[in-house]
């Protein structure tokens, strides 16, 4: 199984709203990544965990929180997010090495009016 | 730093046509070089990857050369279809990384006519 999945697919908040994006692996991996997709452009790399701790964070604001409850659960959770927020949310997954393919999930189409 | 240099887009070509798109990129070291492929409403997938000096990478018809003398991994194919229609992301793993943190080029939209 090399199913990456995101719930949900999509999320439309207001700007005092709190939600939260959910992401699962069943492949043993031990590196989990979010990234922030607008539209025609590549994703960017927004957090990474490692063993299940953050290892990279990339000047990130805190409106955006992540979370690694366990070795196959990703949480990101969203707290007073601005229009320009707006975007596909993709989580990804690998072992790790900089050999190693990134498995991404569907993503969450996120609307923040 | 590292970076990745892809043609622009987008490229519009006629089923069966030969494919290029350039990848070109910017590292110390030997990073691993992948293909990954976008489909509208989707998430990334990877199409190919190589991970040392004249590796070739080949799925589905696609084929890349890791060419370190020229810091290059075109992408390629003898024959597209309109399935192929898609946005194609070249993408390097810098040798220094242990979380395999990849680092995109902009991207190219391929349209694929009947």
């Known amino acids: 199984d090399t199913e990456v999945t995101q719930t949900p697919k999509h999320l439309v908040m207001g700007m005092t709203n709190k939600k939260s994006l959910k992401c699962e692996q069943h492949m043993g991996h031990r590196a989990m990544y979010w990234y922030k997709q607008k539209a025609k452009k590549p994703p960017e790399l927004m957090f990474v965990?490692?063993?299940?701790?953050?290892?990279i964070n990339e000047s990130v604001p805190s409106r955006f929180s992540p979370e690694c409850p366990n070795s196959s659960l990703l949480n990101l959770h969203l707290h007073a997010l601005q229009p320009e927020d707006s975007a596909l949310y993709l989580c990804a997954s690998s072992q790790g090495r900089r050999t190693d393919t990134q498995y991404f999930g569907p993503g969450t189409r996120l609307t923040v009016l | 730093g590292d970076s990745v240099t892809q043609m622009e887009g987008p490229v519009t070509l006629s089923e069966e046509a030969f494919l290029t798109i350039n990848c070109t990129y910017t590292?110390?070291?030997?990073?691993?070089l992948f293909w990954y492929v976008q489909y509208p409403g989707e998430g990334l997938q990877l199409l190919l990857k190589?991970?040392?000096?004249?590796d070739k990478g080949s799925n589905k018809g696609f084929e890349a050369t890791y060419r370190k003398e020229t810091t290059s991994f075109h992408l390629e194919k003898g024959s597209v279809q309109v399935s192929d229609s898609a946005v194609y992301f070249c993408a390097l793993s810098p040798p220094s990384s242990n979380t395999g943190k990849l680092i995109f080029g902009q991207g190219t939209t391929l349209q694929v006519k009947p």
């Open positions: 590292a110390t070291g030997y990073p691993s």
């Open positions: 965990y490692s063993y299940e701790k953050l290892s």
């Open positions: 190589a991970t040392k000096a004249d």
